[in-house]
């Protein structure tokens, strides 16, 4: 759920993850309250700008993020009243004295009484320190047998007063080997580009080509994404901007089936793993694991 600004215009904004969510009849009535609470806020509006290819299933209710799919989690981080901490990577936990030390790349090592992973699975199991001896045997089978898909997104800002004349607000691509889906994202949320904000687009690739030029340089594979992009929609304005995103973890492909919702490492202090890879990759997949550790940490607690 990221959410890249142009360099030139801040209000200027395009959404490289998820593109919208969508509501399945089960989880409209499970997450009732989420559903509910997001959409007094403003920060889920319906869906209205045509989405060509797109598949719907009965009963399904699709979502936008006026302000960016980022303003779900800024929403839910601001609720917390947490003190939010970002680009701090950390690279082992270790026990001491009945407290998780956890070190990260710059800085000094802190003590921690709870420890929740959310990250990738690939990354808890890179992780460094005691953290590798309370696994299980049973356990790393699991979460190595968890897997992901990889994509780039791109992203591209025009200068404003740009027009982007398709009929469409997004597009799914299903005969080129490079790119997926596109979407002018400002129209997408509704937003009309102005004499102001140009107007913003994104462009996913397929997943083969993320897994195929996954080590490659960011610039080559923008290059090709611009290639395939001009068969697709030739004569687009030059963009004043770009964003190029490596989604190495793009959605998990299988899940960790034997541990729905959380993965619980250590009890005393309390170390649990959660996330879209004990669920599924989607809004409501993150919402079940949610509540999954929240559950694990009352009955800790």
């Known amino acids: 759920m990221t959410t890249a600004n142009s ?12 593109q919208y969510i969508t509501r399945t009849p089960h989880y409209a009535k499970k997450h009732q309250s989420f559903y509910d609470e997001l ?15 797109m598949v719907m299933k009965e009963g399904d209710c699709n979502f936008v993020a006026p302000q960016g799919v980022s303003s779900i989690i800024k929403h839910y981080l601001k609720e917390s009243g947490a003190d939010i901490y970002f680009r701090q990577c950390v690279t082992q936990i270790n026990l001491r004295d009945d407290k998780w030390e956890v070190f990260e790349e710059a800085g000094s090592p802190e003590q921690f009484d709870i420890v929740v992973l959310t990250m990738p699975i690939p990354e808890i199991l890179h992780l460094q320190g005691d953290i590798t001896n309370l696994i299980s045997e049973c356990q790393r089978q699991e979460l190595e047998s968890v897997s992901y898909s990889s994509r ?14 398709v009929p469409w607000a997004g597009q799914y691509i299903t005969s080129n080997p490079c790119i997926r889906f596109i979407s002018i994202d400002n129209k997408k949320r509704n937003i009309v580009a102005s004499s102001e904000i140009g107007p913003s687009l994104v462009i996913h690739t ?41 989604w190495r973890y793009s959605q998990v492909t299988n899940a960790a089936a ?44």
């Not at 994404?225 to 030739?234: A, G, K, R, S, V």
């Open 152 to 165: 780039y997104a791109l992203g591209l800002f025009y200068e404003a007063g740009v027009k982007i004349d």
């Open 258 to 301: 034997n541990y729905p919702g959380q993965m619980t490492l250590h009890l005393k202090p309390f170390l649990v793993c959660g996330g879209d890879g004990f669920t599924q990759s989607n809004f409501d997949g993150c919402i079940a694991s949610a509540l999954c550790v929240l559950e694990a940490l009352k009955n800790h607690i």
């Open 7 to 18: 360099p030139h215009n801040p209000q200027s904004t395009v959404d490289l993850g998820a």
């Open 206 to 246: 397929t997943v083969p080509f993320g897994v195929t030029y996954l080590e490659h340089s960011i610039e080559n594979v923008q290059k090709l994404i611009f290639q395939q992009l001009e068969t697709i929609l030739p004569g687009l304005p030059r963009p004043v901007a770009t964003k190029c995103q490596k």
């Open 39 to 53: 959409l007094v806020h403003g920060i889920l509006k319906p869906l209205t700008s045509p989405i060509e290819g």
